[in-house]
């Protein structure tokens, strides 16, 4: 029912490739959905490969099984041409996980080295919980994040050294009251944050679980997490943002929002762009008077050439119509509009 979790099929992996290639905030795509129709044994390897048949974007993605990681490497070596040209230009980014506290399991310390050897990106997913599987304050957090990323990096670079590798994360400042693990906390972020410098100060590049909600439904609060996070992302110089789309503690994945956090990543990635002075501030005196002659700059040389660059402007489900437009268009909400844009662009597929 319309609202309500279910486990994914081939046909929603498929729909989730396709809309995350037609959404143009996103660099690339995850296998962030599990197919329930195929068998168990086989699901890291099937979820690659509906990724890859439905989108050509890169594709961050992770293994379940050691013995998958040569069949999805095999998979990507042939979307590539073969093996050289994927190890000169990576397109896969492979989550390495360690577990808390303070160990790597035969399968994840595989996978750092299965990574390294073949020249794809590892990406270290360090998971402290706070006061669950890691000290309670922030700072413990941050420091055992940091201790499990740096024996990854060891693990890493002792099978190849100078591999590529992602220094990343998904940390929760564990809610003692629900049990649960909030990825909308805002303290969560702050430990993201915080990881993020660090990382930035080693020179490498940083990913984070951000832009995401704890909401069971993309209402007001999944729009504040996801907004939230993802402004601070981009003030943090988070490279690598994972979470769009998600809800429910990272356990959901909605294809309306999904269309939704495109606009909110836009918006994240125009703040990071920053300001820029387009012109010689000896021109500017000028421009003024030219704007006070006419009583307007809306005409002017200057305004033509720039506006486009200076304004991100979102797509259909972002409403910034007059009232009286708005309701012509029927008085639709956001959810709405998201649901079908997301219709319309699987139909053009």
């Known amino acids: 029912a319309a609202g309500r979790p279910r486990q994914a099929v081939t046909a929603d992996l498929v729909r989730f490739a396709s809309l995350t290639d037609e959404l143009p905030s996103y660099a690339a795509q995850s296998t962030g ?12 390897r099937y979820r690659l490969y509906v990724g890859l048949r439905h989108s050509s974007k890169p594709i961050v993605t992770g293994t379940f099984k050691i013995e998958a990681f040569k069949v999805m490497h095999e998979m990507l070596a042939a979307v590539a041409g073969d093996a050289e040209t994927l190890r000169d230009k990576p397109s ?32 270290l997913i ?12 922030l700072a413990g957090a941050v420091t055992q994040h940091c201790a499990e990323s740096l024996s990854g990096v060891v693990i890493h670079q002792l099978a190849e050294p100078g591999a590529p590798i ?8 564990f809610d003692m009251r629900k049990g649960t693990t909030p990825m909308g906390a805002i303290e969560t972020m702050m430990i993201d944050g915080a990881y993020a410098e660090i990382g930035k100060h080693l020179g490498l590049p940083v990913q984070a679980y951000m832009a995401l909600s704890d909401s069971k439904l993309p209402d007001y609060q999944a729009g504040m997490e996801t907004a939230m996070g993802a402004v601070i992302a981009a003030l943090s110089g988070v ?24 606009e909110v990543c836009g918006m994240a990635l125009r703040l990071a762009s920053g300001i820029e002075l387009r012109d010689d501030p000896i021109v500017t005196p000028e421009l003024m008077r030219e704007g006070i002659e006419r009583g307007s ?37 956001s959810l709405r509009r ?7 662009i699987l139909a053009s597929r």
């Open 33 to 44: 959905l599990i197919s329930s129709d195929v068998p168990q044994d086989i699901q890291d």
């Open 92 to 123: 896969a980014i492979f989550d390495c996980c360690p577990s808390p506290p303070l160990k790597w399991s035969d399968l994840t310390a595989q996978a750092l080295i299965d990574c390294a050897r073949t020249g794809l990106v590892a990406e």
């Open 126 to 137: 360090s998971m402290p919980l706070t006061g669950a599987t890691s000290p309670v304050t």
């Open 239 to 262: 490279n690598n943002v994972s979470g769009p789309g998600m809800l429910d503690f990272e356990s959901c994945q909605s294809l309306e929002k999904l269309v939704l956090d495109n």
């Open 166 to 173: 992602v220094y990343g994360g998904s940390p929760a400042c």
């Open 338 to 344: 998201a649901s079908e844009r997301v219709e319309k």
């Open 297 to 333: 700059f809306l005409a002017l040389a200057h305004t033509k050439r720039w506006f486009r660059e200076e304004t991100y402007f979102p797509g259909e489900v972002i409403d910034r119509n007059a009232l009286d437009e708005w309701q012509r268009q029927g008085s639709k909400d």
